[in-house]
């Protein structure tokens, strides 16, 4: 079971917009630690796709965004399209394990 | 561009050693934590090691401590991960990334993997 908690699995259609929440405690996201997310498609490495919360690197289109608040990130997509079906990491520091942690992943589905 | 090329994966024996290598290119390596992040088949990523620009500072999660060794090379901008006593639950893709380091480091460029199965 993962340190922060994300939903399995998230989806919908062309155009939509879909929010993938990470959950996490007072020893992670709780604490002030930055929250960033990454984006896996199938078969490939993962990308990364938000840093420090809020910001996008570059080439990352502005329909993702994400938030932080309190124990809690979340990452946002808008205007959905079929070529963002992929898996989606959350990931902060843990002061407890004393290391970096990961959400276990959410796949988003394109309808 | 920053590009990182993993290699050294391959089927190994439980009980068995390995090391992967991460060569880098297209940046400063000296000037950069490194990290390996693994993910076993069909699941979530997993931080495994990571080391300090100059190689002073090590940090593992509990689950490899005392049987991975990580290390580098500057010289020859290339990441090391020397895993032993390897389980079956070792059994992922290896990815090296590079750290970018803040009140929670992120990794902002990844390389293509490498599989390791651990299995008899």
């Known amino acids: 079971q993962s340190v922060l908690t994300q939903p399995p699995s998230v989806s919908g259609a062309p155009g939509q917009r879909v929010t993938i929440s990470c959950t996490g405690s007072?020893?992670?996201?709780?604490?002030?630690?930055?929250v960033h997310w990454y984006q896996q498609l199938p078969g490939t490495a993962p990308k990364l796709l938000i840093y420090?919360?809020?910001n996008r690197p570059s080439g990352v289109p502005d329909r993702f965004s994400a938030s932080k608040s309190g124990t809690s990130a979340s990452l946002a997509i808008t205007g959905l399209q079929a070529e963002d079906e992929a898996d989606y990491y959350c990931?902060?520091?843990?002061?407890?394990?004393?290391?970096?942690?990961f959400g276990g992943g959410t796949e988003l589905t394109v309808l | 561009e920053v590009q990182l090329v993993e290699s050294g994966g391959g089927l190994v024996q439980p009980g068995g050693s390995l090391r992967l290598s991460c060569v880098a290119s297209?940046?400063?390596?000296?000037?950069?934590?490194m990290s390996w992040v693994r993910q076993a088949p069909g699941k979530g990523l997993e931080w495994v090691a990571n080391?300090?620009?100059?190689?002073?500072?090590?940090y593992y999660v509990a689950s490899v401590k005392g049987r991975f060794t990580i290390s580098r090379d500057n010289a020859r901008n290339s990441l090391y991960l020397q895993m032993s006593s390897l389980r079956a639950e070792d059994t992922a893709v290896y990815y090296c990334?590079?750290?970018?380091?803040?009140?929670?480091?992120?990794?902002?460029?990844w390389g293509q993997g490498a599989l390791v199965p651990v299995s008899s």
């Open positions: 007072s020893s992670n996201i709780g604490a002030g630690y930055d």
């Open positions: 080391i300090k620009e100059d190689g002073s500072e090590k």
């Open positions: 990334a590079r750290e970018i380091r803040g009140s929670s480091s992120h990794f902002d460029h």
């Open positions: 420090g919360n809020i």
């Open positions: 990931q902060s520091f843990d002061s407890s394990l004393g290391g970096w942690v």
């Open positions: 297209g940046f400063t390596f000296s000037s950069y934590w």
